[in-house]
Antibody, heavy 118, light 110 residues
Framework: EVQLVESGGGLVQPGGSLRLSCAAS????????MSWVRQAPGKGLEWVAN????????YYVDSVKGRFTISRDNAKNSLYLQMNSLRAEDTAVYYC???????????WGQGTLVTVSS | QSALTQPASVSGSPGQSITISCTGT?????????VSWYQQHPGKAPKLMIY???KRPSGVSNRFSGSKSGNTASLTISGLQAEDEADYYC??????????FGTGTKVTVL
């Protein structure tokens, strides 16, 4: 059974940092692009970043470029999102998702809540 | 990277058909047959309902269908059921390995 389990969310002050993790199981993690998608409270979904199977390519939405870094460890079947210089507008539930092919997110985690507030 | 435009809400009676539109630009929806649709119930993770404009994942009811014309993609739910009441989001490839979601549509079953 495919499982994606996010962790690392919490309350952080503006300007602070947080590292999210996503533990994958039940499939060959190294064979898939992986993505982070977020959802602000009461708002819609927003694609945040993705990473190629071997980590050689990474892409970001403009609003997080230079602040967030996506990475993966295929030996540990884990996906990460390092978030720096956090802003109030980064407050959201962050989901990791498996990309079956070109944006077909066929499996999602349960999400982890990040709250940026003083 | 502007969000795709969806109607805020769509409603229908049980058994009826409804259609949700998703309007993008010639840089995303109009350029690629790579539009997917997601269903999200309150407090739950999104679920893939349609991919590559009109393909249905295994296990998704054939009451859900997708199409595209120009810069606008559409999701049709036929034989509307109470369990279809949820939020629906489209998503399109936007080039350079980036993606954009729609603004979301709340479907209400009357």
């Amino acid at each position: 059974e495919v499982q994606l389990v996010e962790s690392g969310g919490g309350l952080v002050q503006p300007g602070g940092s947080l590292r999210l993790s996503c533990a994958a199981s039940g499939f060959t993690f190294s064979s898939y692009w992986m993505s982070w998608v977020r959802q602000a409270p009461g708002k819609g979904l927003e694609w945040v970043a993705n990473i190629k199977q071997d980590g050689s390519e990474k892409y970001y939405v403009d609003s997080v470029k230079g602040r967030f870094t996506i990475s993966r460890d295929n030996a540990k079947n884990s996906l990460y999102l390092q978030m720096n210089s956090l802003r109030a507008e980064d407050t959201a539930v962050y989901y990791c998702a498996r990309d079956q092919s070109y944006g077909d997110y066929d499996y999602w985690g349960q999400g982890t809540l990040v709250t940026v507030s003083s | 990277q502007s969000a795709l435009t969806q109607p805020a809400s769509v409603s229908g009676s049980p058994g009826q058909s409804i259609t949700i539109s998703c309007t993008g630009t010639s840089s995303d929806v109009g350029s690629y047959n790579l539009v997917s649709w997601y269903q999200q119930h309150p407090g739950k993770a999104p679920k893939l309902m349609i991919y590559e404009v009109s393909k249905r994942p295994s296990g998704v009811s054939n009451r859900f269908s997708g199409s595209k014309s120009g810069n606008t993609a559409s999701l049709t739910i036929s034989g509307l059921q109470a369990e279809d009441e949820a939020d629906y989001y489209c998503c399109s490839y936007a080039g350079s390995s980036t993606f954009v979601f729609g603004t979301g549509t709340k479907v209400t079953v009357l």
